[in-house]
């Protein structure tokens, strides 16, 4: 009789916590503070042109420049926590990006270390927030996109950083973005499409591939789901004294050696399309340069 007094009472107390887990899933709500954080402020964005990035960033002549940029029409706020010292920037952004999981949120771009560009024109120049010029070595950025029920569109940006006396923050900025903006990446094709993310490559007989855990875990999560594809194209620079087909082959032997590396990880070799594109794919992008491997992700 007591047990199933205890679970009549139980069942509802259930029931909440579940529509609370619903809830706080929900994009249109602020994500949830990474719990070993503390806010240290505040800021309300409303602007018919907010800028936000979809790729690495650069300074030329105090101009910002990127290949993916837009100024948008938004509604948001911007949140800055100081992560504890017994915790790491690397478990708040795997936090943020559980919560990105739960809503079904689109990961638009991501990028770490280097290859965001420099942090302090992300922190002064994007952010306006001094605080966040840290490391150029030890930052990540990501933007994602979200549809809420009311068709409403919204977008999470997550950039964390450690300064130079180890202190680690974490920007948030979650954005209402008006009808009509055209968000770049965002729409029912790009869905599909995830990538490219670039793996840069050395040696000959043997491979060392220069990719971030994050950016591995990200290929085998998204391979998890039934009928997704992973394309890796590959690219070789032509040296001086190289032929063409010379080139092609170093492409060739380094894009299977990767395939068998994610066929360990989970990402089966029924699952990879391999395309080399050796010495002829010609890219103005700096980070698409030389001897990689560009992997692509195709959902069904």
Not at 51 to 58: A, E, H, K, N, W
Not at 91 to 112: K, M, P, V
Not at 139 to 163: F, K, M, N, P
Request: glycine content about 8%; proline content about 4%.
């Amino acid at each position: 009789m007591l047990k199933s007094l205890f679970t009549r009472r139980l069942a509802p107390i259930l029931g909440l916590l579940a529509l609370s887990s619903v809830l706080q899933a929900a994009p249109e709500e602020m994500p949830e503070a990474f719990e070993q954080s503390t806010l240290e402020d505040t800021v309300s964005i409303e602007s018919s042109g907010h800028l936000v990035l979809f790729s690495p960033v650069r300074e030329v002549n105090n101009e910002i420049r990127s290949e993916s940029l837009a100024r948008l029409p938004v509604a948001g706020e911007g949140r800055l926590y100081r992560i504890a010292r017994d915790s790491s920037r690397e478990e708040a952004r795997d936090h943020y990006l559980g919560l990105l999981r739960q809503r079904n949120a689109q990961i638009l771009f991501e990028c770490s270390s280097i290859r965001c560009g420099r942090s302090n024109v992300w922190a002064n120049q994007i952010f306006n927030q001094a605080v966040l010029y840290g490391r150029d070595a030890t930052q990540d950025y990501l933007i994602a996109g979200a549809v809420a029920e009311d068709g409403s569109r919204w977008l999470t940006l997550v950039y964390t950083v450690t300064r130079g006396n180890l202190r680690e923050y974490v920007w948030v900025e979650h954005l209402r973005v008006e009808p009509g903006a055209t968000i770049p990446g965002f729409g029912s094709v790009a869905n599909r499409v995830d990538g490219p993310i670039i793996v840069p490559w050395q040696g000959g007989i043997t491979y060392r591939f220069d990719w971030q855990a994050t950016d591995r875990r990200r290929v085998t999560d998204l391979a998890r789901e039934e009928g997704t594809v992973a394309v890796l194209l590959g690219y070789s620079e032509l040296a001086a004294d190289e032929s063409f087909t010379d080139a092609m082959e170093r492409a060739r032997q380094a894009t299977e050696s990767l395939a068998e590396v994610l066929s360990k990880t989970g990402v089966s070799r029924d699952q990879q399309e391999i395309i080399i594109v050796g010495p002829a794919g010609v890219f103005n992008d700096p980070d698409r340069q030389g001897d990689r491997v560009e992997v692509v992700v195709i959902s069904r």
